[in-house]
């Protein structure tokens, strides 16, 4: 059992919501309306800025668990689900040429998927695949959950240690119409999530 499982089996996820939260978004629209009574931090899109304004949120407010929320694309999940993501992938990192794995960091000595988090009781499960780009093409099963920043967010959680839960608002199907169906979708993703977090706080 990893530490971030005992933490969870002793603690029950509605206390560890309780300590300290940091709620993660990569847009306003994202939460607006539904989040401001929290200690909200907005990154803005991708992995870079995601991994640096984490990284200095954490030093500044040391949260007691990571609750990561967001717009995703996903081609297995119906639009409007809230999905829990505990695993995940660099889905543009590809160094095959060089013979590592695709998705794998070369170097760096860790397996391609990432696996950590808490797992939500009552939501389905996904992985997540994160990269820079929009992804309006989606045919592979090595993920199925769609965003440009859970990867980081998920990385540093694990290598500080912060219990992680992280949720997902499916609001278009990464397909051709993509664009279309995030740009009415997004304004939507800040209610749904919101009500996922109250149950679970139950």
Not at 33 to 61: P, Q, R, S
Not at 143 to 149: C, K, L, P, S, T
């Amino acid at each position: 059992m990893s530490e971030l499982d005992t933490i969870a089996a002793t603690a029950p996820l509605r206390d560890l919501l309780q300590q300290n939260p940091l709620f993660v978004f990569a847009l306003k629209s994202e939460a607006t309306g539904e989040f401001d009574d929290v200690n909200a931090l907005f990154v803005g899109i991708g992995k870079v800025n995601a991994a640096y304004h984490l990284t200095k949120a954490i030093a500044t407010y040391k949260p007691g668990i990571i609750v990561n929320l967001g717009s995703a694309g996903s081609n297995t999940f119906e639009r409007g689900t809230v999905v829990c993501c505990t695993r995940f992938i660099q889905r543009d990192m590809d160094v095959r040429p060089l013979g590592f794995a695709l998705y794998e960091t070369p170097l760096s000595g860790e397996p391609p998927l990432l696996e950590y988090g808490i797992t939500a009781p009552g939501l389905p499960s996904g992985t997540c695949g994160t990269g820079d780009s929009f992804e309006i093409g989606h045919v592979t099963d090595d993920y199925n959950v769609i965003d440009m920043e859970a990867y980081p967010i998920a990385w540093i959680a694990k290598q500080e240690n912060i219990p992680l839960l992280c949720l997902k608002y499916i609001s278009d199907g990464a397909d051709g119409a993509a664009a279309d169906d995030w740009s009415v979708a997004v304004h939507l993703a800040a209610a749904a999530l919101k009500k996922a977090v109250e149950e679970l706080k139950k």
